[in-house]
């Protein structure tokens, strides 16, 4: 059961912007750093944003992330057919000594 | 090549045992906290359990408290996961996921991932 809520799914036409939120308490994302995955069908995920809104050398930067109090969102712009996939937020939660994920959002394009 | 494979996932019977290992190679592994990650049929992304660097100390997920062992060996370049007394609820593809961070959980991310090895539990 994930301490994490994302919306089921999102979609937009290509070009377009999604944007997908991620909300939790002061235990998790209130306290710690977020980090955002992709994940494409039937391969392992993917990091695309770290420590909220950094993202590795690899990922365009039509990526983007940000965290204000218990709740973060991940941006996609300029959107791509090869962008459709689930997307997980995650983060360290200190009461629970683990980490723990979002429940998932799937981007459909349009 | 920098990369982690899998291997000893498998069907196995309720209340039976599995050991999964995750090689790793093109980089310092025992600089590296190690994770594993499952995710059942059609659903999310699970934490299970997690191993400090240096071995010293591990966390898991209550789902697995009790049933599950995390370990390492440096020298190998391998992070196992012991399973034990294993329910229909664990079958799941597993991937072992590595923990980077800038020194404190508060900053720590999954910054490689294996592919995943699946682990079917069924009589």
């Known amino acids: 059961q994930s301490v994490l809520t994302q919306p089921p799914s999102v979609s937009a036409a290509p070009g377009q912007k999604v944007t997908i939120s991620c909300s939790g308490s002061?235990?998790?994302?209130?306290?710690?750093?977020v980090s955002w995955y992709q994940q494409l069908p039937g391969t392992a995920p993917k990091l695309l944003i770290y420590?909220?809104?950094k993202r590795p050398s690899e990922i365009p930067d039509r990526f983007s992330g940000s965290k204000s109090g218990t709740s973060a969102t991940l941006g996609i712009a300029g959107l791509q057919t090869g962008d459709e996939a689930d997307y997980y937020c995650?983060?360290?939660?200190?009461?629970?000594?683990?980490?723990?994920f979002g429940t998932g959002t799937e981007v459909t394009v349009l | 090549q920098v990369q982690m494979v899998e291997s000893g996932g498998g069907v196995v019977q309720p209340e039976g045992s599995l050991r999964l290992s995750c090689a790793a190679s093109?980089?310092?592994?025992?600089?590296?906290?190690m994770h594993w990650v499952r995710q059942a049929p059609g659903k999310g992304l699970e934490w299970v359990a997690s191993?400090?660097?240096?071995?010293?100390?591990?966390y898991y997920a209550d789902s697995v408290e009790g049933r599950f062992t995390i370990s390492r060996d440096n020298s190998k370049n391998t992070v196992f996961l012991q399973l034990n007394s294993l329910k229909t609820e664990d079958t799941a593809m597993y991937f072992c996921?590595?923990?980077?961070?800038?020194?404190?959980?508060?900053?720590?991310?999954?910054?490689?991932w294996g592919q995943g090895i699946l682990v079917t539990v069924s009589s």
């Open positions: 995650g983060t360290w939660d200190t009461s629970l000594s683990g980490f723990v």
């Open positions: 002061s235990s998790n994302i209130g306290s710690n750093s």
């Open positions: 093109g980089f310092t592994f025992s600089s590296h906290g």
């Open positions: 996921a590595r923990w980077t961070s800038r020194g404190t959980p508060d900053t720590g991310r999954y910054d490689l």
């Open positions: 420590e909220n809104n």
């Open positions: 191993i400090r660097y240096d071995g010293s100390k591990k």
